[in-house]
């Protein structure tokens, strides 16, 4: 769990990342100290240490300078947040060296020429796995069928290596209990399956680590297609049955689409680390985690442009999520933050909370979405210094009037962004509604700069011209949008047509300050 306002730090033998919350004010710099030595200076709130020796241990120290300010000062912090310079301090130890297990090397002998299948060796490898070794992918394309991973298992993929699924369906089965768009359900297995879903279980998988320079790719758009081709015709007495029905979802294909595999599929698990990577063509999201806890991310890339629905990082009824320092050039949502659909994910009832998302670009896509599948709840998002300018939406809130739950304590700060939306959608809104709309309420937005328009930058990208800020509740009494504050925004780009750059209705206690429209 990411603690806003301490040294937190991810160890492996050879390197230590530390990342810590972004304080009050305008920050000059932060100065990284290794034993008592100036070791960098950065910008932003992480730094990795590389080259290290293992079971070593690492006195740790982060200096927070801000503007005006030329040295140390003691830190103080009110209802958990730091407003004055601080000093943040750890002492930790690198890991024990893992045993490497070269994949090529015998017992396992796969071939990473791009055409043989390894699905055996490699699956062999990864039930052999023992908490003090790592399996390990030199250069090479690894081509494989859908692999499943236990707890205290590590990968590391050398830079070159290249872990790839196909795109046969078959080589996905055979289905798993997972959960899609709000619902439990038998999925294709997605290329790397670890966990079993059950939402009245605990953690029942640990300590996965996924790292390296390498690339985890799957099928993308072709399998997706394949799988939605099947489904089509598996489910077409259903699908005949809707009739006009069918237009509460997304697209004709949204049910059928609902099977198709996930690049990485986290179920009920804890203690993930997710480092270096480039996640690629997942056939629908590259990494979904359910039903998980303490969940890390960083220094990764991912990438889906043309797959349709293809999100990057999903937490989903999971707590302690982390993400930083990552791109996303996704053809839907770079970040998704859901927790379930009504009317299961009322009942169901486990919210995602306690989620950092830091240092992250989109180069395409929707940016950071929060639903609309938050039936069970979703609450303490924070965000900073982000640039989501290049996406659809920016940063967005929404959900259908049908889906109960909440979505409070979302804030944001320092990020440039193409919107920011509360409000309803009308898609994918089959299901039997809640009794009451959801309730969003308790947001900040501070420091941001909004370009209206975003910039068109590729071809499947279109420009959107809704209102730069929209503000958009629930038309019920009780249910409207509350308590947001506005604070220090610069709105750029937009058309100038005479729209409005800030749009809010149905909202209470609405708070702006420092609002300045350019052009």
Not at 198 to 226: C, F, M, W
Request: aromatic share 8%; net charge negative; proline share 3%.
């Amino acid at each position: 769990m990411m603690k806003d306002n301490e040294l937190n730090v991810r160890a492996a033998s050879d390197l230590l990342v530390l990342y810590w919350g972004r304080p009050e004010g305008r920050i000059k710099e932060y100065q990284v100290f290794v034993n008592d030595t100036l070791a960098a200076v950065v910008e932003q709130t992480h730094y990795t240490l590389e080259g290290l020796t293992p079971e070593t241990e690492y006195h740790l120290k982060v200096v927070t300078v801000l503007e005006g300010t030329a040295g140390e000062k003691s830190a103080g912090s009110r209802d958990g947040i730091w407003n004055t310079p601080y000093v943040l301090e750890t002492v930790v130890s690198t890991t024990k060296e893992k045993k490497r297990v070269d994949i090529t090397k015998e017992p396992y002998c796969a071939i990473g020429d791009g055409v043989t299948m390894n699905t055996a060796a490699i699956q062999k490898a990864l039930d052999d796995c023992q908490p003090e070794e790592q399996i390990y992918f030199p250069e090479g394309v690894y081509l494989t069928a859908a692999l499943r991973l236990h707890s205290n298992t590590e990968l590391y993929l050398e830079e070159g290596a290249v872990l790839k699924g196909t795109e046969n369906p078959d080589d996905y089965l055979p289905r798993i209990h997972s959960r899609f768009e709000g619902y439990e359900m038998e999925c294709y297995s997605s290329l790397l399956n670890i966990g079993i879903l059950d939402h009245n279980a605990g953690y029942t998988t640990e300590n996965i680590v996924l790292r390296g320079k390498g690339t985890i790719a799957s099928g993308g758009q072709p399998l997706g297609l394949k799988i939605m081709e099947l489904e089509t015709a598996r489910l077409k007495e259903y699908l005949d049955s809707l009739g006009d029905k069918i237009k509460e979802y997304e697209k004709e294909e949204t049910i059928s689409g609902r099977a198709r595999p996930r690049l990485i599929n986290i179920s009920n698990c804890q203690n993930v680390w997710i480092s270096g990577l480039t996640l690629k063509d997942g056939a629908s999201w590259n990494v979904h985690m359910i039903y998980s806890d303490n969940l890390l991310t960083n220094h990764c890339v991912f990438e889906s442009l043309g797959t349709w629905n293809g999100d990057g990082w999903d937490p989903d009824s999971s707590t302690n999520g982390t993400i930083f320092d990552c791109v996303f050039h996704t053809d839907d949502d770079g970040v998704a933050i859901k927790s379930g659909k009504n009317p299961e994910g009322n009942i169901i009832n486990r919210p995602t909370k306690h989620i950092r998302i830091f240092d992250c670009k989109s180069l395409s896509g929707n940016g950071i979405a929060i639903g609309s599948e938050m039936s069970g709840g979703v609450s303490d998002v924070k965000v900073w210094d982000c640039d989501f300018v290049s996406s659809r939406w920016g940063i967005q809130v929404k959900g259908t009037k049908k889906r109960g739950g909440y979505v409070t304590d979302v804030h944001a700060r320092d990020c440039k962004t193409s919107k920011i939306l509360y409000h309803t959608v009308l898609y994918n809104d089959d299901g039997v509604g809640s009794e009451v709309p959801p309730v969003f309420a308790n947001a900040s937005f501070r420091n941001i700069v909004v370009d209206g328009v975003h910039a068109k930058e590729f071809d499947l990208m279109e420009s959107y011209e809704l209102p730069a800020v929209k503000l958009f509740g629930f038309d019920e009494p009780g249910y409207y949008l509350k308590n947001v504050e506005l604070s220090d925004i610069t709105i750029r780009n937009h058309a100038g047509d005479g729209r409005n750059q800030v749009f809010v209705k149905n909202c209470e206690n609405v708070r702006m300050n420092g609002i300045v429209v350019e052009n």
